[in-house]
């Protein structure tokens, strides 16, 4: 039995949907299956009651479900314990980062973090973002670095965990320049001729926020899905060999719009196809260990990189 097994099982008994479940733990929906069928196999039972709608436990998955969310607290308690038996990795900052922002954001963000804190160990734990969040709750990470848009907030308490912006980040259209150096394909398209569209997959946080700037657009787009894929550094790959149009972070892009390797597909005709989304930071609150409360103080360094933060954020 995998403890993947019994993650898979929580978030099915929380989201009562096979495919809500699949999506948030970014497998397709057969396997996410096979994972719960599996699971059932090791206990000799039925867990879920596959008549209804919604998905509903039966008695012993019920039973299951209260039993796995201690087993998998005891065993994050037990991995942060050992990990404090470490004192080579306490002066380490482990960030948990989406994808996209660990290809582009992330590399010159701690480039800077040197020149003006200091030297700094890190840790980077490249996710989707759904499961960097998750590190942040599990306590898996020092520091988690995501998006962030008031249509698809994070639901983390302000009283448990706090944040610091760090930036901006626009999220556009892009794609191939032609021979002449205009794009290959231009938006909007037109109904009987869809341009090509490499999407981001089910589920994903960028492909959410692209679904919102084309329901959004005053102007329809015409598009046709060739190409998915769940990061943003492979629809760019896909844009510049002119497979089709990408949606893309601007930080993604910026060396290969100073090669006119990728122009804008929009143009001055059309209005503007672009998100601006926030760059943030959240730790969980330090809490001193009190009896019956194993929590502790954060490491000496992930804290004052914190501060330091915090006072770039006021400035």
């Known amino acids: 039995m995998e403890t993947k097994w019994l993650e898979d099982f929580v978030s099915l008994a929380e989201t009562r949907s096979f495919s809500r479940s699949a999506q948030l733990r970014h497998v397709t929906q057969p396997a996410f299956s096979r994972r719960i069928q599996a699971l059932e196999a090791w206990a000799g039972t039925d867990l879920v009651d596959r008549s209804s709608y919604p998905t509903r436990l039966t008695p012993a998955g019920q039973t299951l479900y209260d039993q796995s969310l201690e087993v998998l607290q005891a065993l994050q308690s037990t991995r942060a314990m050992l990990r404090g038996h470490s004192s080579a990795g306490q002066d380490v900052i482990e960030f948990a980062v989406p994808h996209s922002l660990a290809f ?9 973090l040197r020149e003006k804190f200091g030297p700094i160990k890190s840790r980077l734990i490249a996710l989707n973002v759904h499961d960097a969040v998750l590190r942040l709750v599990e306590g898996s990470c020092d520091v988690l670095i995501s998006y962030h848009h008031a249509s698809q907030p994070f639901q983390l308490d302000p009283g ?22 205009a794009p290959l394909y231009k938006l909007p398209g037109r109904a009987g001729q869809p341009l090509p569209y490499l999407g981001y997959a089910p589920g994903a946080y960028l492909g959410r926020m692209v679904d919102m700037i084309l329901k959004d657009s005053k102007t329809a787009i015409h598009l046709d899905r060739v190409y998915e894929t769940d990061m943003a550094e492979g629809l760019k790959a896909m844009a510049i060999e002119g497979h089709g149009i990408a949606f893309l972070p601007h930080s993604a892009v910026k060396k290969e719009l100073r090669a006119r390797k990728l122009v804008p597909a929009t143009t001055p005709e059309l209005p503007s196809l672009q998100m601006t989304m926030d760059l943030r930071a959240y730790r969980e609150k330090p809490v001193a260990a009190t009896p019956g409360n194993e929590k502790v103080t954060p490491k000496s360094t992930a804290q004052d990189l914190w501060a330091f933060l915090q006072a770039g954020a006021t400035r």
Not at 104 to 112: I, L, R
Not at 167 to 178: I, Q, R, T, W
């Open 160 to 181: 448990r965990y706090e944040m610091v912006t760090l930036g901006e980040e626009v999220l556009a259209p892009y794609v191939k320049p032609d021979a002449d150096g």
């Open 104 to 112: 582009t954001f992330f590399p010159a963000w701690v480039s800077s």
